[in-house]
């Protein structure tokens, strides 16, 4: 009998893991690379105990309305992760929703590539995420990386600049430093600035960024585009740092600040 008593009081004080929603719903450009990216998420999960992965294709979970069926809404998780493009089909309770999920409980969203190419006619999503995609001015490239704030738990592993050949998105009018915390950018004395679809006069290009909206985080990189990104190390502990921080499982400061000199 103590020896029941004695397990179940460890299990008890054992942490619970948490629940990551992972969605991958496409409602535009189809990327060859979500199914890597997803599946990438669920195995940290689960190699390092921290959380489990829910996968979908789809937004039927992004709701606080009772479900049927055994299906979970987004008051059974602690953070949604989002590899998504276009107009997804989600009524405005759903979108409610989400927001409350960062805002008011505190609760928080990591935005894998794609996510800022999503809802573009949903105006407080933009700000929730810090920006919208607008154009990748140099495609796939070997883009040229300063890692601006190295104390940051999710870029810790990376030196203070490095190449990744990958597709850098230049992010919209809407991205402001006054708003976020940049974690790493482009190099601008790297880039051809005459090239067609560059857009951004002051020459900054977050490649990722931290922020906090309302009570909840907002983690977003433009890292994983291509299929073999989501198979390097370092990507691979960026976002799981990155799923840490949102979950509050990791401190990291998320104040905005001007670009270093």
């Given at each position: ?32 690379s979500v199914s890597n990216g997803l599946a990438t998420i669920w195995k940290i999960g689960h190699d390092t105990g921290l959380w489990d ?209």
């Open positions: 009998m103590l020896f029941v008593v004695l397990a179940s009081a460890l299990l008890s004080a054992q942490p619970q893991k948490k629940k990551l929603l992972a969605i991958g719903a496409v409602a535009g450009y189809q990327h060859d992965t829910f996968i979908r294709t789809d937004t039927q979970l992004i709701t606080k309305k009772k479900l049927e069926n055994n299906a979970k809404n987004l008051d059974y998780f602690d953070a949604v992760f989002l590899y998504t493009t276009g107009e997804l089909p989600m009524d405005d309770e759903q979108k409610s929703a989400l927001l409350s999920f960062v805002r008011d409980d505190g609760k928080g969203v990591v935005g894998g590539h794609s996510a800022i190419d999503t809802f573009y006619k949903w105006a407080e999503f933009g700000e929730m995420m810090g920006a919208y995609f607008d154009e990748h001015p140099w495609g796939q490239f070997q883009a040229p990386v300063i890692v601006e704030d190295r104390n940051f738990p999710a870029m810790r592993q990376f030196p203070p600049e490095f190449v990744i050949h990958d597709e850098i998105y230049q992010p919209s009018s809407l991205f402001s430093r006054e708003k976020v915390r940049v974690l790493a950018r482009l190099d601008e004395n790297k880039l051809d600035l005459q090239h067609k679809g560059v857009k951004r006069t002051d020459k900054d290009f977050a490649v990722a960024w931290v922020k906090r909206h309302g009570k909840g985080r907002v983690f977003y990189s433009t890292f994983g585009h291509r299929e073999e990104v989501w198979d390097r190390p370092d990507i691979q502990a960026m976002y799981r740092e990155a799923v840490k921080w949102v979950m509050g499982l990791v401190e990291g400061d998320a104040t905005p600040r001007p670009r270093p000199r």
